[in-house]
């Protein structure tokens, strides 16, 4: 069944197809027998169909998740409106993007290479995400030792903490000097990655409720090999789908970043901008399914070589689970507005750009408070 929230199309259905009707998009969801697994389904075996109509005004970007068509003539539909089409794996992992002929700023995005050429540029801004991510880090292991009653957990969170201060303190101490000798960036990378290792140490002591389900030791990826880093991949990977989304409609180039190294299909900028995103949206997501029992072991299944992925339930829990999140909101330090979380990436992307044409002097990561 797909999912439509805040303005995206979720194709989690294997053999949905998506046609055109005018100015609208018809969607047709096969329905499966209950015991049929879903990588043996496809639409040869569907017991049944279901179908939704959505006009494509109410649309700003689609996600297809697996195996589902659309056709030429809604891909067109969705050109025309500028809305983008995303195909991804079961694991979240994006392997394209289709977009119509974007109305870049052709003067941002100059703006956005040259600062990418300049190494003292790059690693200012680098400081800037891996500070904000870092603090935010901190400050969700600080609510975790708050809300914890067992001694042994504040303990260590309290230890995570106080090492991601120092870790903190460290950065502030860069000069413009240093920030400018060949090399900052890379060094800058290994503090980022010191910090994650700090974060993750106290990180398994945040879950109150099933505890032994979702053991934790170490972050693991591409593909994960436990219950909690499958479900942290798969929110990794919504909120870099935001991300691209907040960039590309300020005019930004998604694929040429500043901490993250360019990589061909790599949207650095992308995974730049959603490293401050990651503790207090992905992560502490992850940690209140996990306590209030909203997803739980059967949400997950073993695949052969020891990778662990969602069941289609699972995934669409943590869909909506992060749409509702996203519906909440949060006053912006900077701007002092209320705003909705979904709103956030946006609101970022466009601090860069300002940051990039040279209107504020840094980059200012969003730390909620």
């Given at each position: 069944?797909?999912d439509i929230a805040q303005n995206t199309l979720y194709l989690t259905t294997p053999g949905t197809y998506v046609a055109r009707d005018h100015l609208t998009l018809q969607?047709?969801?096969?329905?499966?027998?209950?015991?049929?697994?879903?990588?043996?389904?496809?639409?040869?075996?569907?017991?049944?169909?279901?179908?939704?109509?959505?006009?494509?005004?109410?649309?700003?970007?689609?996600?297809?998740?697996?195996?589902?068509?659309?056709?030429?003539?809604?891909?067109?539909?969705?050109?025309?409106?500028?809305?983008?089409?995303?195909?991804?794996?079961?694991?979240?992992?994006?392997?394209?993007?289709?977009?119509?002929?974007?109305?870049?700023?052709?003067?941002?995005?100059?703006?956005?290479?040259?600062?990418?050429?300049?190494?003292?540029?790059?690693?200012?801004?680098?400081?800037?995400?891996?500070?904000?991510?870092?603090?935010?880090?901190?400050?969700?292991?600080?609510?975790?030792?708050?809300?914890?009653?067992?001694?042994?957990?504040?303990?260590?969170?309290?230890?995570?903490?106080?090492?991601?201060?120092?870790?903190?303190?460290?950065?502030?101490?860069?000069?413009?000097?240093?920030?400018?000798?060949?090399?900052?960036?890379?060094?800058?990378?290994?503090?980022?990655?010191?910090?994650?290792?700090?974060?993750?140490?106290?990180?398994?002591?945040?879950?109150?409720?099933?505890?032994?389900?979702?053991?934790?030791?170490?972050?693991?990826?591409?593909?994960?090999?436990?219950?909690?880093?499958?479900?942290?991949?798969?929110?990794?990977?919504?909120?870099?789908?935001?991300?691209?989304?907040?960039?590309?409609?300020?005019?930004?180039?998604?694929?040429?970043?500043?901490?993250?190294?360019?990589?061909?299909?790599?949207?650095?900028?992308?995974?730049?901008?959603?490293?401050?995103?990651?503790?207090?949206?992905?992560?502490?997501?992850?940690?209140?399914?996990?306590?209030?029992?909203?997803?739980?072991?059967?949400?997950?299944?073993?695949?052969?070589?020891?990778?662990?992925?969602?069941?289609?339930?699972?995934?669409?829990?943590a869909i909506t689970a992060y749409q509702q999140r996203k519906q909440e909101t949060l006053n912006h330090p900077l701007l002092d507005q209320n705003l909705r979380l979904?709103?956030?990436?946006?609101?970022?992307?466009?601090?860069?750009?300002?940051?990039?044409?040279?209107?504020?002097?840094?980059?200012?990561?969003?730390?909620?408070?």
């Open positions: 069944m797909p969607v047709e969801v096969p329905e499966y027998p209950p015991d049929l697994p879903p990588e043996e389904r496809n639409p040869k075996l569907a017991i049944g169909q279901r179908k939704l109509s959505i006009p494509i005004h109410h649309l700003e970007s689609i996600c297809v998740f697996g195996a589902s068509t659309i056709s030429p003539p809604a891909l067109d539909l969705c050109w025309e409106h500028g809305v983008a089409v995303n195909y991804l794996s079961q694991f979240g992992y994006l392997q394209a993007r289709m977009t119509g002929v974007a109305d870049t700023s052709v003067t941002l995005r100059r703006a956005q290479f040259r600062a990418a050429d300049i190494p003292g540029r790059c690693a200012a801004i680098a400081r800037q995400i891996i500070a904000g991510k870092l603090q935010n880090s901190r400050n969700s292991l600080l609510r975790g030792a708050r809300e914890s009653e067992i001694s042994e957990d504040k303990t260590q969170i309290t230890m995570a903490t106080d090492a991601l201060a120092r870790q903190i303190q460290e950065l502030g101490r860069w000069t413009p000097e240093e920030l400018g000798q060949p090399g900052a960036v890379d060094r800058l990378r290994g503090a980022e990655g010191m910090g994650a290792v700090t974060y993750f140490g106290g990180f398994g002591r945040l879950l109150k409720q099933q505890r032994d389900e979702f053991t934790f030791t170490l972050r693991s990826r591409r593909p994960p090999r436990d219950r909690i880093n499958c479900m942290l991949s798969f929110l990794y990977a919504l909120v870099r789908h935001d991300c691209i989304a907040a960039l590309t409609s300020i005019g930004l180039d998604p694929f040429v970043g500043y901490l993250h190294a360019e990589r061909p299909n790599r949207p650095a900028l992308a995974l730049d901008l959603m490293e401050e995103f990651r503790p207090w949206l992905a992560d502490r997501l992850a940690v209140t399914l996990i306590n209030r029992q909203q997803i739980g072991p059967d949400d997950f299944k073993l695949r052969e070589g020891g990778a662990v992925e969602f069941t289609e339930a699972g995934r669409k829990r979904g709103q956030l990436p946006f609101i970022q992307a466009r601090i860069l750009a300002r940051h990039l044409r040279g209107d504020i002097a840094d980059y200012v990561p969003l730390v909620p408070k």
